[in-house]
């Protein structure tokens, strides 16, 4: 099979396309044949090994001293399970996937094997390969925060950096769950985040959302840019304000299933900038560190 690999860290041209072995699904796992993956803020911090301070002293003993330990990246993926193992009941072969590898990472191959107790779960049939690919890390990292927030129903809430991965899926979600929503990104995506269900959008480049005398249930920063002490003059009365920054979020497969249900009625819709075979993943890579992408870039197979 074909696979991304990146056998040390540095810049985006350390990855390359080489041949490996096709894994083979043991007796309670899934092969996937690939079909959409992406390339996330989170592979290009890997792939440099830039972490946040909490992390560096525990990021060799995860990700590999010295070298990726693990040299297939990539944590989301949709497709479609080519075998399965002698004990598995939840899949059969045939059916059509989307999943989250975790710290296993591998989505950027053309094939995956995964335990069926993971994060894998059916995709719709009314979306694409690419739009299943790019539902998981946005989708399910956004929900964790409102977890951890509680999020209801009519509370106001301010996502910074509204246009990303995480940022574009929050918009919707918190619409979803009936929150008036106010995103934060640049004068070019203002359109972008309106169309997702912000009832306000402010350009950070002409104004600071901290001097406009609005205040917020919730403020959540979703691209770790911004620092609690310097919010907490804009929170209502019991206001919360969270940051993705050195809070990893986990994942639910429940989640992973509220994402697709969403998805399936029209409710949620990924947002994909740009569209790469896997042969120029190593330009994917590069876009992606510009910090311009809007929502999520896409590998295909």
Known sequence: MKAAICTKYGPPEVVRIEERRKPTPKNNEVLIRVHATTVASGDCRVRIANVPS???????????FGRPRQPIFGTELSGQIEAVGQNVTAFKVGDLVFAMTGLKMGAHAEYVTLAEKDKIVLKPDNISYEQAAAI????????HFFRKTNL????????YGA???????????????????????????????????????????????????????????????????????????????????????????????????????????????RIYPLEKIADAYAYVETGRKKGNVVITM
């Open 152 to 159: 209801r129903q009519d509370q106001k809430i301010l996502i």
């Open 136 to 143: 998981a890390f946005g989708g399910t990292t956004a929900l």
């Open 54 to 64: 909490l992390y560096k002293p525990v990021f060799p003993l995860i990700y590999g």
């Open 163 to 273: 246009s990303g991965a995480v940022g574009t899926s929050a918009v919707q979600i918190a619409k979803h769950f009936g929150a008036k929503v106010t995103g934060v990104c640049s004068g070019a995506n203002m359109e972008l985040v309106k169309s997702l269900g912000a009832v306000r959008v402010i350009d950070y480049t002409t104004e600071d959302f901290r001097k406009t005398g609005e205040k917020y249930d919730v403020i959540f920063d979703a691209v770790g840019k911004i620092t609690k002490t310097s919010c907490k003059n804009t929170l209502a009365k019991n206001g919360t304000c969270i940051t993705v920054n050195g809070n990893p979020a986990s994942v639910r497969v429940e989640d992973l299933r509220l994402l697709g249900e969403l998805m399936q009625n029209g409710q949620f819709t990924p947002v994909i900038d």
